[in-house]
C-alpha cells in the first residue's frame, strides 16, 4: 500500500460521509469509523517492520530494551486517544473528544514518573 491507495480510501470515505450527512449523522459516524478502522488495518503491516527496525536500533546501540517500550507505548497512547478523540468530535461530541485527549495526555504522564524518579536517583548516586 502506498500513500496514493492511503489517499484514496480517506477521498472516498469522506465521500461517502458527505453523502450519508443528507441520511443521518449516525451513518456519516459509522462510515467515518469504518473508513478509519480500514485506512489503520491496512497500515499495520508498516507497523511491524518499524517495530523491528527500532528493535535493531536498541540491540545496536545497547541500551535496555525498556526505553524503546516506553516510548512505542507513550506514541500508541497518544495515537489512540487522537484518533478517537477525532471520531468523537466529528460526532459533535466535543467534550467528550477533550476528555479522551485529556485522559490521554494523563496516562502519558503517568508513565514517566517511574523513569523520572529512577533518572533522579542515577542523577542522585552521581552526585
Known amino acids: 500500500m502506498n500513500i496514493f491507495t492511503v489517499a484514496a480510501v480517506g477521498l472516498i470515505g469522506t465521500f461517502f460521509a458527505v453523502f450519508m450527512r443528507k441520511m443521518g449523522d449516525e451513518y456519516r459516524v459509522c462510515v ?20 523491528a527496525q527500532i528493535l535493531s536500533f536498541s540491540k545496536l546501540s545497547g541500551t ?27 460526532a459533535g461530541e466535543n467534550a467528550i473528544a477533550s476528555k479522551i485527549e485529556f485522559a490521554g495526555r494523563i496516562c502519558i504522564l503517568a508513565m514517566t514518573v517511574p523513569v523520572v524518579s529512577s533518572l533522579v536517583e542515577m542523577i542522585g548516586k552521581m552526585l
Open 32 to 51: 467515518s469509523i469504518f473508513c478509519v478502522c480500514a485506512l489503520l488495518i491496512a497500515i499495520f503491516p508498516y507497523f511491524s517492520e518499524l517495530l
Open 64 to 90: 535496555d530494551i525498556e526505553n524503546f517500550t516506553f516510548l512505542l507505548k507513550a506514541v500508541g497512547i497518544g495515537y489512540i486517544s487522537q484518533f478517537s478523540s477525532d471520531i468523537c468530535a466529528d
